[in-house]
């Protein structure tokens, strides 16, 4: 009795949306999995996980973009929280409502980031010790899962599940710009073309300077693929780029989101209400790298 008095009736966690500031393919495993060279970080964006006590699990989706994902256990936030039940002694239930406002299917880890954010919200309502190591059962929902659960930027490396945080990193003004097509991350991987490249050095995060110095010497190698399946890919690029204020435009993750870095965030708003007034079909966010 005294238990249930101290449990919490709700617990709420972010799920902030992950970009990739850049990627490069360096390898290939034998089972396929692609080997990654990049650096990730997280938005003051993205989508809203509740959990609150319940005999069963189960999922509740609203927000801009409930229609695009499932409202059952094939849901990534679902699977997260019956494997994570699973993991444990109890067999307790919640009842998930996920609020979703990042566009899916869009590169900037949506599913992978419910699936976290789930994780972080259930140890909490079911009072798992704080020091529980879920970086296998993360690993075990998909690739991207454990750099979500980490939630800060990070240089990663194997299939982006090996992750070296970063001790700082500048809260750039960001704007996020998708066009409104879907991108499946197996097509995209599927049509690119290209040589591997070698892994870079480590490279300083602590500054904005230093950062999109280091910045300019990389890319996004998935872009030309993205391009050939979703061509608004380029457009969007060529508006980002063409923004006054912008010091870097690149595609995040398999596409088709495009993001600007803009040390001046009024740079940023101006740039966001251009392109909302004259692109009314794309989605346009501006915030913050976290
Ligand atoms: P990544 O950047 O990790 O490659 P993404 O952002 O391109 O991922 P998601 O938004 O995670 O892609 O969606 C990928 C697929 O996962 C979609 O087909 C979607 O239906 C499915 N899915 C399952 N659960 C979710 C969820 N909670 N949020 C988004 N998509 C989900």
Redesign the pocket.
Same mark, same amino acid.
């Given at each position: 009795m005294a238990a249930d008095v101290r449990r919490p009736r709700t617990v709420r966690e972010a799920a902030p949306a992950?970009v990739?500031l850049f990627l490069h393919l360096v390898g290939r495993r034998p089972d396929g999995y692609h080997l990654l060279d990049g650096l990730v970080a997280f938005t003051a964006f993205g989508?809203r996980v509740e959990v609150t006590p319940a005999d069963d699990l189960s999922i509740a989706?609203d927000g801009p973009?409930a229609a695009?994902?499932?409202a059952d256990g094939?849901? *990534?936030? *679902?699977?997260a929280a019956v494997a994570l039940r699973d993991l444990g002694p109890s067999g307790e239930g919640a009842h998930i409502r996920?609020e979703?406002r990042?566009?899916?299917?869009?590169? *900037?880890?949506?599913?992978?980031?419910?699936?976290a954010a789930v994780l972080r919200a259930l140890t909490r309502l079911w009072r798992w010790p704080r020091d529980h190591d879920l970086h296998d059962l993360a690993a075990s929902l998909?690739?991207?899962v454990p750099m979500c659960l980490a939630g800060m930027p990070a240089r990663i490396a194997g299939i982006g599940d090996r992750l070296s945080p970063c001790a700082s990193f500048p809260s750039l003004p960001i704007l996020l710009v998708n066009p409104g097509v879907?991108?499946?991350?197996p097509e995209v991987f599927r049509a690119r073309k290209g040589d591997w490249r070698p892994a870079l050095p480590a490279f300083a995060t602590d500054d904005a300077d230093g950062l999109l110095a280091a910045l300019a010497d990389t890319r996004n190698d998935l872009t030309d693929s993205a391009r050939v399946l979703a061509p608004s890919v380029g457009t969007v690029l060529e508006r980002l780029t063409a923004a006054p204020g912008c010091r870097l435009a690149r595609m995040?993750?398999?596409?088709a989101?495009c993001f600007g870095l803009f040390p001046d965030a009024g740079d940023a708003t101006r740039a966001a209400r251009r392109l909302r007034r004259e692109q009314p079909g794309w989605w346009v966010a501006a915030t913050r790298l976290r």
């Open positions: 992950k990739n989508d989706v973009f695009q994902v499932p094939s849901n *990534l936030a *679902l699977k996920l979703k990042v566009p899916v299917a869009a590169g *900037l880890g949506g599913g992978s980031g419910d699936a998909g690739a991207d879907p991108l499946g991350t995040s993750g398999s596409g989101t």
